[in-house]
């Protein structure tokens, strides 16, 4: 069954597809099986960029609303936005990056369009008449898979789970999608700005393919700078754990797993984390976990598919040494 599936734009700091849309883009063409199934949603002032982005990789067809007010407008209005684009483009499944917003966004729209909803999803596939999809659950430990009986679903994906589409330029086809008559509170400014929070002069976090992250074995937090240099070395983005961020040895824009972000890396290297539960549902979805700890029976190793058992004030400096002489770098 050839299933009509609507990507929702979200724009990077720069006004361009983030690269989590950009993913929805990739599961969208593989779902649908081509460009030909795939439209896109774009609004506010970067509407017309977002669409561009979107020609690019193959989706030419793109329900734009080129309403400013929507940058700042609270994510209420922004979905009555998508239920209009919805109605014309009459998709069978949504879909959106697993960001902050893209989670929000899910089950508002779900709600509005009648439909299932789910975050975090890692696959999704026709099932008989219906779609399948699968995700983490447990911090982890067991994997879900849910079908939906008809296929009408908002889902959000798990960020990295999805390859990035291939540049496949097309002319762009948009279809302007007028606001809808709006109470004025779901279109007051809800922020007055968004801000990048940065972990340091790496790589972002959230977008980063290795991430390096320090515990409370560092003991003190004139020691982090071990874990930074690491990430330097690797070209990796810093994170922590809460211990580290509830100590104030780095700002909470550090903090990896429930309460702070998930990150699905390439490569995760956790100096000194013990491996809490709060910690694993963070990380647990990296490509490859490396961890070092001192402890052997530590319960990051038990998800660790590469375990260094030995003192981090030794191991961390020499590695670091070691990459920077592979690497080439002073
Ligand atoms: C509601 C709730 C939400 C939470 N959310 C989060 C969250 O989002 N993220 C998060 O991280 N935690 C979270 N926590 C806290 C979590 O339960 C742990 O307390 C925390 O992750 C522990 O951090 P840690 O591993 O750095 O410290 P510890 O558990 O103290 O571990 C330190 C580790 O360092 C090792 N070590 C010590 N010295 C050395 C050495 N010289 N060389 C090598 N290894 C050494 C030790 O063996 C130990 O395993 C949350 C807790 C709650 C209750």
């Given at each position: 069954m050839s299933r009509r599936i609507l990507v929702i734009g979200e724009p990077s700091?720069?006004?361009?597809?983030?690269?989590?849309?950009?993913?929805?883009?990739?599961?969208?063409?593989?779902?649908?099986?081509?460009?030909?199934?795939?439209?896109?949603?774009?609004?506010?002032?970067?509407?017309?960029?977002?669409?561009?982005?979107?020609?690019?990789?193959?989706?030419?067809?793109?329900?734009?609303?080129?309403?400013?007010?929507?940058?700042?407008?609270?994510?209420?209005?922004?979905?009555?936005?998508?239920?209009?684009?919805?109605?014309?483009?009459?998709?069978d499944v949504v879909l959106v990056g697993g960001t902050t917003f893209g989670r929000d966004f899910t089950g508002r729209c779900a709600a509005l369009w009648n439909a299932a909803a789910a975050t975090g999803v890692t696959e999704v596939t026709e099932s008989d008449g219906g779609l399948r999809f699968r995700r983490p659950v447990f911090g982890g430990r067991a994997t879900e898979t849910r079908e939906v009986e008809g296929g009408r679903a908002v889902l959000a994906l798990r960020p990295h789970a999805f390859p990035l589409p291939a540049e496949a330029p097309v002319a762009s086809k948009p279809?302007?999608?007028?606001?809808?008559?709006?109470?004025?509170?779901?279109?007051?400014?809800?922020?007055?700005?968004?801000?990048?929070?940065?972990?340091?002069?790496?790589?972002?976090?959230?977008?980063?393919?290795?991430?390096?992250?320090?515990?409370?074995?560092?003991?003190?937090?004139?020691?982090?700078?071990?874990?930074?240099?690491?990430?330097?070395?690797?070209?990796?983005?810093?994170?922590?754990?809460?211990?580290?961020?509830?100590?104030?040895?780095?700002?909470?824009?550090?903090?990896?797993?429930?309460?702070?972000?998930?990150?699905?890396?390439?490569?995760?290297?956790?100096?000194?984390?013990?491996?809490?539960?709060?910690?694993?549902?963070?990380m647990i979805s990296s490509r490859v976990i490396v961890a070092i700890n001192s402890d052997a029976s530590a319960p990051i190793f038990k998800v660790a598919d590469y375990g260094l058992v030995g003192d981090l004030f030794q191991i961390v400096p020499a590695l670091t040494s070691e990459v920077k002489r592979v690497r080439g770098i002073a």
């Open positions: 700091a720069g006004g361009h597809l983030s690269g989590a849309s950009l993913e929805a883009v990739g599961a969208a063409l593989r779902l649908g099986g081509g460009a030909a199934s795939v439209a896109g949603f774009a609004a506010g002032s970067t509407a017309a960029a977002l669409a561009a982005d979107f020609a690019r990789v193959g989706v030419a067809e793109v329900y734009l609303t080129e309403e400013p007010r929507l940058d700042s407008a609270p994510l209420a209005g922004f979905v009555r936005a998508v239920a209009t684009a919805i109605a014309e483009s009459k998709p279809h302007p999608i007028p606001l809808p008559e709006l109470p004025p509170v779901l279109l007051a400014p809800h922020r007055a700005g968004v801000e990048a929070v940065t972990t340091g002069s790496g790589p972002a976090l959230g977008d980063a393919s290795i991430v390096v992250s320090g515990g409370r074995g560092l003991r003190a937090p004139e020691h982090f700078h071990l874990v930074e240099e690491l990430a330097a070395s690797l070209g990796a983005a810093v994170g922590a754990s809460r211990a580290v961020t509830d100590a104030g040895w780095r700002p909470t824009s550090f903090q990896v797993g429930q309460t702070g972000r998930a990150v699905s890396p390439q490569l995760y290297v956790a100096v000194g984390i013990s491996g809490a539960i709060q910690h694993i549902v963070g």
